[in-house]
Nanobody
Framework: QVQLVESGGGLVPAGGSMRLSCSDP????????IGWFRQRPGEAREFVAA????????DYGDSVRGRFSISRDNFQNTMYLEMNSLKPEDTAVYYC??????????????????WGRGTQVTVSS
């Protein structure tokens, strides 16, 4: 059973930076990608970023492109989401998720098999 371990999150002023991490300690060769999503109260889950474990594919949501970046440490089975130039509208619960097996739809939350518990990110104005 995959259990994703998230860390990071908290309170940051607007314009600041924050890094989230997502680890899969028991990652197998069938693990294809990690995606980051966020959700605000009363809203649908929004795609933030995703990267394949091979590094061959990286994608970002339109609202974060140019401000957020995703990176990975395959030896540590960990993916990182570096968030810069944060805005109050970035406030949300951030989730990481793992896709098992190949997909061409990394931006769709329904494509992911396992989810972390989520971590709150609050950007103060």
């Amino acid at each position: 059973q995959v259990q994703l371990v998230e860390s990071g999150g908290g309170l940051v002023p607007a314009g600041g930076s924050m890094r989230l991490s997502c680890s899969d300690p028991k990652r197998t060769l069938s693990a294809y990608a990690i995606g980051w999503f966020r959700q605000r109260p009363g809203e649908a889950r929004e795609f933030v970023a995703a990267e394949t474990w091979s590094g061959g594919t990286t994608d970002y949501g339109d609202s974060v492109r140019g401000r957020f970046s995703i990176s990975r440490d395959n030896f540590q089975n960990t993916m990182y989401l570096e968030m810069n130039s944060l805005k109050p509208e970035d406030t949300a619960v951030y989730y990481c998720a793992e896709r098992i097996g190949r997909t061409f739809s990394l931006g769709q939350p329904t494509e992911y098999n396992y989810w972390g518990r989520g971590t709150q990110v609050t950007v103060s104005s």
